[in-house]
């Protein structure tokens, strides 16, 4: 049971700002597979494509708002093309664009040109959730569900974050096996829940079980897990990435 294992480096944007070649060169020798981006740090294709070429880690996806894709989509699906990602993912939809509001047809329109627009340049694209979108339906479903049952499964994939799934009160286990064939990148993310509020952990030091998702997620089609982590309250950025990497790997073997 082995996937490969790669790095959201927003989890480590500060770093990666300051000295995105450094950065990429450490999460390498930690023995990342690969990293999901989420922006571009200054950096031109060319300098991002050679950068991660010469440090041995592979652009698996890339995080890039809708509002970005709809402004020039031709270039924006492009760029990742041409830095070799193979998905495209909207990491968030706001409160007008998601479920009831007044720009939802419009988002789910928008979904498909830009599906369509990455699968001609050879990807796919992907939706990033939190755990607003676990509210309900007036039928009694997650909103989630009904986004997804929206979109032929051909044009939108998942990339389900099991924290946010726990947290908007889901079985991360149970989602993944629901979305069985549709989840090809996974966010493995941990968390706390302290004073009512959600902390963000490594991964292995809070409630979402390491051991009992990632099988899961492979057998339910994983071609990547995602280690993110936004927030670092307990730990540095580039120690809590080794921890989280050293957690997720001793549950692929």
């Known amino acids: 049971m082995k996937v ?3 790095a959201q480096v927003y989890s480590v944007r500060e770093e990666a700002a300051a000295d995105f070649e450094k950065t990429m060169q450490q999460l390498a020798d930690m023995g990342y597979d690969g990293v999901e981006l989420a922006g571009l740090y200054g950096k031109s294709v060319e300098e991002i494509r ?3 070429k010469r440090v041995g880690l592979q652009a698996v996806s890339a995080h890039v708002p809708i509002d970005e894709l709809k402004m020039d989509m031709d270039k924006t699906v492009q760029i990742y093309q041409e830095i070799g990602c193979k998905y495209v993912v909207v990491p968030y939809l706001n409160q007008e664009r998601w479920y009831g509001g007044s720009q939802y047809q419009e988002t789910l329109q ?3 040109k830009i599906s369509e627009k990455c699968a001609q340049a050879g990807m796919e694209l992907l939706y990033h959730n939190h755990n607003f979108e676990f509210q309900k339906t007036p039928e009694g479903g997650y909103q989630l569900d ?3 049952d929206t979109i032929p499964s051909e044009k939108l994939k998942t990339e389900l974050d099991l924290c946010w ?3 908007g009160g889901a079985d991360p ?3 993944l096996h629901q979305y069985s064939g549709r989840c090809p990148v996974v966010h493995i993310k941990d968390f706390i829940v302290k004073d009512e509020e959600v902390v963000l952990v490594a991964v292995g030091d809070g409630e979402v079980d390491a051991q009992a998702v990632v099988p899961a997620a492979i057998e339910s089609g994983a071609q990547w897990l995602v280690v993110e982590q936004d927030s670092h309250t307990y ?3 580039m120690e809590n990435m080794k921890k989280s990497l050293n957690c997720v790997k001793s ?3």
């Open 110 to 112: 928008l979904m498909e």
């Open 146 to 148: 009904a986004f997804y």
């Open 4 to 6: 490969p294992v790669a």
């Open 235 to 237: 730990g540095s950025p």
């Open 50 to 52: 050679n950068c991660l």
């Open 251 to 253: 549950c692929l073997y």
């Open 173 to 175: 286990v149970t989602y």
């Open 165 to 167: 799934v726990k947290v």
